[in-house]
């Protein structure tokens, strides 16, 4: 390397996270508003750009914490972006992780020095994003679609109990297409991705409810 190679000049890292959550059985993604150029007032998806003196993911745990308050998040390195133009101010690649929360669990921080607003958005309902967020929401999306049967990731929607039709609720969300219970939950099972607790929810005026809980390892069919 030639460190007066002008073309090793002026570059810069990206670190961006997909969050997502399922509410009341609808799938959503977290989204800011910038306050700042470029794309000041436009939402993007949860980062900001890394320090020099950190690694990328000490960067994108500071700039989650910054921008939305939420810490301790467990998050899946996903894909990098390095199309040259991605941003108008200089060469940026953008590192992308994906991470799922329980949004009834967090409490999201609305405004920073930096942005203007930050929430929870349906999948079908998102707006335009600055950057190149538009494409990486896409993938991001479907590589969780892809996932959905064979990673650890999604434990963290869910409480330590759950529903049948709690967990059906949010797969069929996240896949955006109708599932068969009984078929899902024979394909679940024989996966291994949960077991019956042996114990029941009780609702007033309803049928007790058969409790599930994630295997401690979910091993990929």
Not at 1 to 20: R, W
Not at 64 to 83: A, H, N, P, Q
Request: hydrophobic share 40%; proline share 5%.
């Amino acid at each position: 390397m030639q460190k007066e190679n002008p073309l090793y000049k002026n570059q810069g890292i990206h670190v961006i996270t997909a969050l997502f959550t399922v509410e009341d059985g609808k799938f959503k993604v977290l989204l800011i508003k910038r306050g700042n150029e470029p794309f000041k007032n436009k939402w993007i998806l949860v980062g900001g750009a890394c320090y020099n003196n950190e690694t990328v993911e000490e960067a994108m745990k500071r700039e989650m914490y910054e921008k939305t308050g939420l810490k301790d998040v467990k998050t899946t390195f996903f894909r990098i972006y390095s199309e040259p133009n991605r941003s108008p101010v200089m060469r940026m690649l953008a590192v992308v992780y994906i991470g799922v929360i329980d949004c009834k669990k967090v409490k999201i921080l609305k405004k920073t020095t930096k942005t203007k607003d930050a929430d929870w958005f349906l999948i079908d309902r998102v707006p335009p994003l600055g950057y190149d967020h538009s494409e990486i929401l896409v993938d991001a999306i479907e590589f969780l679609k892809e996932k959905i049967f064979d990673s650890q990731i999604l434990k963290a929607l869910f409480p330590e109990t759950f529903t049948l039709p709690d967990i059906c609720n949010a797969y069929k969300s996240i896949l955006d297409k109708d599932i068969d219970r009984r078929n899902f939950r024979k394909k679940l099972l024989s996966n291994k991705i949960i077991e019956p607790t042996g114990t029941f929810e009780t609702v007033e005026g309803k049928k007790p409810a058969k409790l599930y809980r994630f295997c401690k390892d979910i091993v990929a069919p």
